[in-house]
C-alpha cells in the first residue's frame, strides 16, 4: 500500500512535443504529491507538486493532472525541449510527524533535437 | 531560496575506513533531514530520517552501526559510513525541510556525494 507505480521508464520525444509521466498510489492518506527532475551526477530538484484539493496544476511548461478517484496523477511536459531530457520521479506523501515520500522507480526522459 | 549543500561531492576511500559527509541547508533552517542512496539508474531510496537533537530513525535494512547520522544543528546534518566496503559505494543525497511555515511538506534535495570504496 506504501508503492508508488510510475511509468513509462523510459520515454523518447520530439522536440516540441508533450511528454506524458503517469503514476499511480494506493494509500489513500497521501495528500501530497511533488515531481522531481534529476540530472545525471545531480540531486533532484522539486519541479511542481500539488495536493488531492485541486485537479490540476500548473507552472509554465510543466502540468501536473490529479485524479482522487483514481489514485493517479500525471506529470505533462509541454513544448518538450532537449534541456528537459532528464529523469523525472513523482512521489507521494503524507503527513506523520514529518514529510516522508514515497518515490515512483523514475522516468527517464530523452527530447530529440 | 531554499539551497541545500553536501561536502564532498565525491570521495573515494580504501576498504575499512570511515567516510563522513555533511549536508547544510544555507538559507533555511531545518527541523528534519532525511538520507537517501540511490544506485545507477534506478530511484532514490530512504535511509534515514534525523531531526535535530534527537536519534535518527532508520528505515528497515538498513545498519544504523554502520551509517552514523547525527543531527547537530538546525543546518546540519552528517551520515558517517563506518568501515566502508566496496558494496556501499552508490550515490548518497540528502535533503531538507523546513522548521515552520507553509512549505513544511517540501523536500529540498543536495546535490549528492559520490562514495566509492575501493
Known amino acids: 500500500q506504501q508503492q508508488v507505480k510510475q511509468s513509462p521508464q523510459s520515454l523518447i520525444v520530439q522536440k516540441g512535443g508533450i511528454s506524458i509521466i503517469n503514476c499511480a498510489y494506493e494509500n489513500t492518506a497521501f495528500d501530497y504529491f511533488p515531481w522531481y527532475q534529476q540530472f545525471p551526477g545531480k540531486g533532484p530538484a522539486l519541479l511542481i507538486a500539488?495536493?488531492?484539493?485541486?485537479s490540476e496544476k500548473k507552472e509554465g511548461r510543466f502540468t501536473i493532472s490529479f485524479n482522487k478517484s483514481a489514485k493517479q496523477f500525471s506529470l505533462h511536459i509541454m513544448d518538450s525541449q532537449p534541456g528537459d531530457s532528464a529523469t523525472y520521479f513523482c512521489?507521494?506523501?503524507?503527513?506523520?510527524?514529518?514529510?516522508?515520500?514515497?518515490f515512483g522507480t523514475g522516468t527517464r526522459l530523452k527530447v530529440l533535437a | 531560496g531554499a539551497v541545500v549543500s553536501q561536502h564532498p561531492s565525491w570521495v573515494i576511500c580504501k576498504s575499512g575506513t570511515s567516510v563522513k559527509i555533511e549536508c547544510r541547508s544555507l538559507?533555511?533552517?531545518?527541523?528534519?533531514m532525511f538520507w537517501y542512496r540511490q544506485f545507477p539508474k534506478q530511484s532514490l531510496m530512504l535511509m534515514a530520517t534525523s531531526n535535530e537533537g534527537s536519534k535518527a530513525t532508520y528505515e528497515q535494512g538498513v545498519e544504523k552501526d554502520k551509517f552514523l547520522i547525527n543531527h547537530a544543528s538546525l543546518t546540519l546534518s552528517t551520515l558517517t559510513v563506518t568501515s566502508a566496503h566496496p558494496e556501499d559505494s552508490s550515490f548518497y543525497i540528502c535533503?531538507?525541510?523546513?522548521?515552520?511555515?507553509?512549505?513544511?511538506?517540501?523536500?529540498?534535495f543536495g546535490p549528492g556525494t559520490r562514495l566509492t570504496v575501493l
Open positions: 535533503s531538507a525541510q523546513e522548521v515552520a511555515g507553509a512549505r513544511l511538506d517540501t523536500q529540498y
Open positions: 512521489a507521494a506523501s503524507r503527513y506523520s510527524g514529518t514529510y516522508k515520500y514515497i
Open positions: 538559507d533555511f533552517q531545518a527541523t528534519t
Open positions: 500539488i495536493r488531492p484539493d485541486v
